[in-house]
């Protein structure tokens, strides 16, 4: 039967815990929708500054980094050795020789005692200023991970439990000229059970992950990184550390501690503007008052404003109104125009006290979410206009890109985010159970238009969600909980998701839509009390599907939902990265190895009976290759069923049929990986492209044809992100697989398609098709076809294949070579085949890059293909390392 349900635990985040402070057995009936599952996608708030603030006069703050070399030791103090801050103490173990990669074979059970013990961060340090020139002095944490006692010269400043908060602490009375301070963590996983266990009143499942996740348990009651106790794409490894920076601050009468933009369009008066807001310690007894200029030459905006800040915790909102002589140029998503930005400078002059200048970039886009009813359709909408214009949303699912933060580079996240881009993407969903991403992420994302949620400074950002599938937990009672005790979880539900956090976030940011959960009906879970019947009915919101047991060819399987935010089916990493974390004897699909990095349950059977309903499942007495086969075959499969997938959604969104369609989002899940293992990502850990990835630079492609069967019908419609009607000209060609040359070749000119839609473009009944082109069969031929338009408009060439390819006739065993050369700084690789050759694979191991196209049906004597690098290599290099492998050569 079709799962319409989650793939793995439902996540949600925990009782948003207090600033500081902990106490033992502090939960009460606030835990609210903790009530339901295990991480948290978690709104807003805590915004790190965007751009960079200069001081133009003396007497500015004195800003003084404690990251470097710590002392770090464990309880016992056994084990004592320095660590990087920011950092782990996982990583610092293994950059001291005193653990291997933590990746290593079984190294995430094997190493468990690293999180079970408490371990201190300790280290001196002299005041680099005259202590006695400032009125404040703060010790600021941008991320303490998770649980620790602060202490300065032996004096406790609080306590931390919340991986996500920044925690400032006021030092002035307590400084000297050398300084001792202290990180004192507990055990994440020992917190949690504690907390857990003083939590009587009522259960809050799941206690523990599937036992084939082998992680921790009660990740719902800690507000840290809910995957880092394990999930079924990743290994557990709860974390200790300072994984941001830290750093000593001093300042007189007031300091600039956070400061945001958000762009607006006035329609009453057809013109921009933009709310800045800016928040103060204000050390004086006394208001400061001053002058704040805010200016944006390129749209010769300047203007000055009066202010006063209060004592204590003083905030500035000013409203700027855009020159209306200046054309401003929006911010588009990938895609769709470019992603221009302004840079602005605002200049705070106060009677007391220096100058501060704040230099950011401001971007201008609207956003609404629509959800209106459809003629012919019972329920509503569900879709995004940016700028006044309907967006179909085209992308993945966003998870932690390590389990170690401190390894995640600014280099690691724009790989990540422009191999999004490059294949066609412009949007991404940042999953719930990981961390609020660093300012790079959503920089990167504002520069390469690609639209996620969070940091309301941030044009990229279109939505926020108040959780991951909560909604869908309670309503289908994933859990189990007696009826009898509903109740109480949907009244923490809505206490927690709407009364606490839609509002805060409605609160503070106006300028973007917010739903309560995703999966969700949208409007209609709000008039049904914020948790509907069924999350997952296709007239309303967005869905999540996955179905591992029927055909993922057939079409007819996937719902015509009105958006598709999760669906998907795994696959293994390349060798090259398997090859890393394991040894010899871990190279077989059966091995220890293999079960023990699968952590989603009969998640390698169900690759292999899916592969099996279509492709020949290798038979090579050699080991090696017969598990390197399973690897190829697994990735063939799943580029496969999501490219039918997200077609059939990409098709859907412009026709009504019994009531279903209108499909505007298609995010398949996911992009990224956390670690070297088997899951349903595009992009291997380390970056590098899986055939999946390949199929979504066509599959997403803005002009794009798409074919289907219905009662023995081909369908084919053309597909289009383009702005404007395009008259194209569509080229079907038959070849039966014994043959390079085709069998017969349709060109079909005048077909128009429409801008921003999908419109049926041919249809033939496949037996017309088959006696036309005379000696075919289904099993015998396949079906290729492009779009050709003027100006070297041209679509990708898709494929429909007229059986399973275990039951083609006439494959030859084909003769595969290729020839390497360098222009510039690409390489070039000519290909060359004797046969026709089914989902061709380059593969160059371990040197990093990507192709042009890879898996490819090669229907061609020749095809040059591209090969760009992502850090040096050499023709000879990639020669030696190269590996061409088709269909046929899997026996």
Avoid at 117 to 133: A, C, E, H, M, Q
Avoid at 145 to 162: E, K, P, Y
Avoid at 552 to 578: D, H, L, M
């Amino acid at each position: 039967m079709a799962v319409r349900r989650r793939r793995r635990g439902a996540a949600a985040p925990p009782e948003p815990p207090a600033r500081s402070g902990r106490r033992p057995c502090r939960l009460s009936g606030r835990r609210a929708g903790a009530a339901m599952g295990r991480a948290a996608l978690l709104p807003l708030l805590l915004v790190a500054t965007a751009g960079r603030a200069g001081v133009s006069a003396a007497g500015g703050p004195e800003v003084h980094s404690l990251r470097g070399s710590w002392r770090l030791g464990n309880g016992n103090g056994s084990v004592v050795l320095r660590g990087e801050v920011p950092g782990c103490v996982h990583t610092a173990l293994h950059r001291r020789g005193l653990i291997q990669d933590p990746y290593y074979r079984f190294n995430d059970v094997m190493y468990r005692w690293i999180s079970l013990d408490n371990w201190t961060y300790s280290r001196t340090f002299k005041t680099p200023f005259d202590i006695r020139k400032w009125q404040k002095v703060n010790l600021v944490f941008e991320g303490v991970d998770t649980v620790a006692q602060i202490l300065i010269n032996n004096i406790t400043l609080g306590r931390t439990d919340n991986m996500f908060n920044r925690y400032s602490f006021d030092i002035t009375s307590m400084i000297k000229e050398v300084n001792f301070v202290e990180v004192r963590f507990l055990s994440a996983v020992s917190y949690a059970a504690e907390q857990s266990r003083c939590h009587k009143a009522y259960s809050i499942p799941p206690a523990c992950p599937p036992p084939v996740q082998k992680g921790e348990c009660h990740a719902n009651f800690i507000r840290k990184e809910q995957c880092s106790f394990s999930w079924d794409w990743g290994p557990s490894f709860p974390t200790q550390g300072i994984w941001k920076d830290v750093r000593i601050e001093a300042y007189n009468h007031y300091h600039l501690i956070y400061f945001s933009l958000t762009s607006f369009f006035v329609k009453s008066a057809q013109q921009w503007s933009l709310e800045i807001e800016s928040i103060f310690d204000v050390v004086s007894s006394k208001p400061i008052a001053g002058v704040v200029t805010v200016n944006i030459p390129k749209l010769q905006t300047q203007q000055t404003f009066g202010v006063k800040l209060q004592p204590g915790e003083g905030s500035i909102v000013l409203l700027v109104n855009i020159n209306k002589s200046s054309a401003v140029e929006a911010w588009w998503p990938n895609g769709h125009g470019k992603q221009t930005g302004y840079n602005m400078t605002t200049t705070f002059i106060m009677e007391a006290g220096y100058q501060i200048e704040k230099f950011s970039k401001a971007y201008f886009r609207t956003v609404e979410l629509v959800q209106e009813p459809i003629p012919g359709s019972p329920g509503l909408s569900f879709y995004f206009k940016i700028n006044g214009r309907p967006i179909f949303i085209k992308g993945s699912n966003w998870i932690p890109a390590d389990s170690f933060q401190d390894r995640v580079t600014y280099d690691t996240l724009w790989l990540l985010l422009k191999s999004a881009a490059d294949a066609n993407m412009n949007a991404l969903r940042v999953w719930g159970g990981g961390v609020y991403e660093q300012d790079e992420f959503y920089n990167i994302c504002d520069e390469i238009g690609i639209m996620v949620r969070r940091l309301k400074s941030h044009p990229s950002i279109i939505l926020w969600s108040g959780n991951n599938e909560n909604e869908a937990a309670i309503a289908s009672n994933w859990f189990s909980i007696p009826y009898a005790d509903r109740e109480v979880y949907i009244k923490d539900y809505v206490l927690l998701y709407v009364k606490n956090i839609r509002e805060i976030v409605l609160t503070e940011d106006k300028s973007r839509p917010f739903i309560a959960s995703s999966p969700t009906n949208g409007l209609e879970s709000v008039k049904e009390g914020w948790l509907s019947q069924n999350p997952y009915d296709t007239h309303y919101g967005d869905t999540h599907f996955y179905d591992y047991s029927n055909d993922c060819w057939n079409w007819t399987v996937y719902p015509k939902t009105r958006f598709a935010s999760e669906y998907g089916f795994q696959s293994w990493p390349s060798f090259s990265t398997i090859e890393k974390v394991s040894s010899t004897e871990d190279w077989s699909y059966t091995s220890n190895f293999s079960l023990h990095r699968q952590h989603h349950e009969n998640g390698n059977d169900q690759m292999l009976q899916q592969i099996g309903r279509h492709f020949k499942l290798p038979q090579s007495t050699d080991p090696i290759k017969k598990f390197k086969d399973m690897i190829y075959l697994t990735q063939v499969m799943q580029a496969q069923c999501i490219k039918t997938e997200t077609e059939f959604y990409r098709f859907s969104q412009s026709e009504i049929i019994k009531g279903e369609g209108h499909t505007m989002g298609a995010l398949y899940w996911q992009l990224n990986d956390i670690w070297q293992a088997p899951s349903w990502a595009s992009l291997e850990y380390g970056g590098k492209w899986k055939l999946l990835h390949y199929f979504a630079q066509n599959f997403f492609a803005p002009l794009l044809p798409v074919a289907y069967e219905d009662k023995d019908v081909l369908y084919i419609y053309g597909v289009s992100d383009l702005h404007a009607d395009r008259k194209l000209t569509l080229r079907v060609v038959v070849h039966a697989w014994s043959s390079l040359e085709p069998v017969c070749t349709l060109a079909k000119d005048g077909v128009t398609v429409k801008a921003q839609s999908a419109v049926l473009i041919y249809m033939e009944s496949i037996n017309n098709l088959l006696e036309r082109c005379r000696n075919c069969t289904r099993k015998s031929c396949v079906i290729t076809f492009c779009l050709v338009g003027e100006g070297g408009l041209q679509s990708p060439t898709n494929h429909h294949f007229l059986s399973s390819l275990k039951d083609a006739v006439g494959l030859e065993k084909t003769h595969l070579s290729a020839s390497v050369s360098q222009r510039d700084d690409i390489y070039i690789f000519v290909l060359q085949t004797t046969a026709i050759a089914p989902f061709v694979s380059l593969d160059v191991g371990r040197i990093k890059g990507r192709f042009s196209d890879n898996g490819f049906l090669m229907i061609e004597k020749k095809k040059v293909v591209v090969f760009y690098p992502w850090e040096p290599t050499s023709v000879e290099e990639l020669e030696e390392s190269l590996t061409l492998t088709s269909l046929v050569d899997v026996v």
